[in-house]
């Protein structure tokens, strides 16, 4: 069983910037690939960004491709994503989840919400105008 906590959401305006982590538990961190997603009031969960077991290869949604930057420190059991230039349109609920398997080299698989085992309970993320 794998246990995730976000930390880092809050308030910004919109310009500013906000940095998430996303603390795990319960498995080898290196072995699990991590991914990113957000959920804004009446709108379905999706995806933001994903970064494989190494960290060498990482994944974007094209909303946020250029503004943030997913990362992991495997000695530290954690993962990042630094959100630069933020916007109103980014503000949601982000959800940090960890997949298990060893998975194709494919952003498509990656930005599966169904991909994912295990999820953290979310952090809010309030970009003002």
């Known amino acids: 069983q794998v246990q995730l906590v976000e930390s880092g959401g809050g308030l910004v305006q919109s310009g500013g910037s906000l940095r998430l982590s996303c603390a795990a538990s319960?498995?080898?961190?290196?072995?699990?690939?991590i991914g990113w997603f957000r959920q804004a009031p009446g709108k379905e969960r999706e995806f933001v960004a994903a970064i494989r077991r190494s960290g060498g290869t990482t994944f974007y949604a094209d909303s946020v491709k250029g503004r943030f930057t997913i990362s992991r420190d495997n000695a530290k059991n954690t993962a990042y994503l630094q959100m630069n230039s933020l916007k109103p349109e980014d503000t949601a609920v982000y959800y940090c989840?960890?997949?298990?398997?060893?998975?194709?080299?494919?952003?498509?698989?990656?930005?599966?919400?169904?991909?994912?085992?295990?999820w953290g309970q979310g952090t809010q993320v309030t970009v003002s105008s």
């Open positions: 989840a960890a997949d298990g398997q060893l998975g194709p080299n494919s952003g498509t698989y990656y930005a599966r919400v169904r991909g994912y085992d295990y």
């Open positions: 319960g498995r080898t961190f290196s072995s699990l690939a």
